[in-house]
Each structure stands twice: as structure tokens, then as C-alpha cells.
């Protein structure tokens, strides 16, 4: 197995992948445990890992992200140009980019965030980096897309949500009133949920930044966030867990066991 701590893991169809501190990602079968492929070429810690088609997305401490073929497994794009470690991504395929022009033939559109302070949007095929969206002033710790409205939403340690045009590279709005980092973001139904360090999630209007609710009770920073039927699900540095009706910001339950802080949560 990994040589090293386990980063990140995405589930797709009967296989589970996992990225690493050891700088490989792999493909496990999810009945037996059996390793089916490593991928190899990261130079520092893979952080962030994505599965789309045959298409599997990393982001590394190496200061780049790389595309792969799940089947070959071997890298088919590298994407150069961050100055710092990239933390974060996100892919849209070009079917989900209505009026994009050239979204067929770029392959679709990956956006990375990088401790550099930025985010870049890049052409999956060609690894041309096709906007760079510059304004945060900390590290981008997190980000979502709206592919169908091409905007990215990023989250980043200056306490700020920014919402840019990925094909004009145009900053749109700013979201001002957390008092720390932001560290994770979930887009649901235009609306922007945001956890962060000072200990709330905020729901937000996605094409106003209008503030519509504070969600409280966390004994610490806010790790994960996941929305499923009515339900927003968060992770927290206190390691619980808990549930909140997503309407009335009411706490539902909280789930205790966990000894560590919570990084990622599925329904």
C-alpha cells in the first residue's frame, strides 16, 4: 500500500482512488482491498485527486497538477505555472460548458488553486493555462465551479469566497464576513455554503454574495462540508460531526467518535 499517510480518496463505480504523502496515487478494488495501479510522477505530496471518465485529475506540493489516463495509467497533461503548491481543483467537461467557445476541443476546463494565491483555469488537453484569476490575498484553500454559468468560486485564507468569470478571467463579486480562513465550499441550488476557521459555515447567494444564514456550533475550525436532501452535513477541527436542517440553519444532531479532526465527509 502507500508508504505514507493517505491525503484524499475519491470512490468511482467498484474502485476506491487515494492520493498520498508518498507521492503516488492508486486504484484499489473496493471488494477484495487489492491494489489495481499506481500512478507515479508527483515529485511531493499529492493532495488532491479527482476521478472523471477515463480522466483522473491531481494536484501536488510539486507545484503542479497533472491529468492521467485511468486506464493506461500514465500522465497524458501536465499543468505548469502555479509559483507554490497547488491545494485544490476542479474539472468541468466540456458538454457542461454551454457557449464556451472551444470547450470541445480544450478537452474541458480544469481550475486549480495554488498557495500561490491564485487560481488558473487550463485547457485539459492542451495544458495551456487560459485565465489566471488574481485578487485573493492568501493561499486559495478551496473552490467550486458552476460550469453551465462558468464561474468558479474560490475560498482562501485572506476570509474571503470570490466568484470569477473562468472563460474572461473577470473577478465578479466578493464575499466579506468570515473572520478566518475559508477552508471548504459546497454549491448547492445557487446557493454557496462556506466553512471556515472562525468556527461557522455561512450560506450565501450565489449571484448576489448576499449573506442568508450562519450556521454556529462548532468547537472548532469547519473542515467539510456536504449537502444531501435538505441536510448540510459539516466536519469540524473538534472532531464531530454534525447535522444541520439547511433551511432554518437548525442543529439536528451531532455525531461524536472520531479522536481527530474531521477532512471529508460522503453521504
Known sequence: GHESYVTFCQLEDEAAFTCSADCTIRKWDVQTGQCLQVFRGHTSIVNRILVANDQLFSSSYDRTARAWSVAAGKVSQEFRGHRNC?????????????????????????????????????????????????????????????????????????????????????????????????????????????????????????DTGERVRTFAAHGHSVSALKYHAGTLFTGSGDARARAFDAESGALQRVFRGHAFVINCIQV
Open 86 to 206: 497547488v491545494l485544490t481543483l476542479a474539472y468541468s467537461a466540456p458538454w457542461d460548458l454551454p457557449g464556451a467557445p472551444c470547450a470541445e476541443e480544450a478537452g474541458g476546463l480544469l481550475v486549480t488553486g495554488s498557495t500561490d494565491g491564485t487560481a488558473r483555469v487550463w485547457q485539459a488537453a492542451s495544458g495551456r493555462c487560459q485565465q489566471t484569476l488574481q485578487g485573493h490575498t492568501g493561499a486559495v484553500l478551496c473552490l467550486v465551479l458552476d460550469a453551465p454559468g462558468h464561474t468558479a468560486f474560490t475560498g482562501s485564507t485572506d476570509a474571503t469566497i470570490r466568484a470569477w468569470d473562468i472563460l474572461s478571467g473577470e473577478q465578479l463579486r466578493v464575499f466579506r464576513e468570515h473572520q478566518g480562513s475559508v477552508i471548504c465550499l459546497e454549491l448547492v441550488n445557487r446557493h454557496v455554503y462556506s466553512g471556515s476557521a472562525d468556527r461557522t459555515v455561512k450560506c450565501w447567494l450565489a
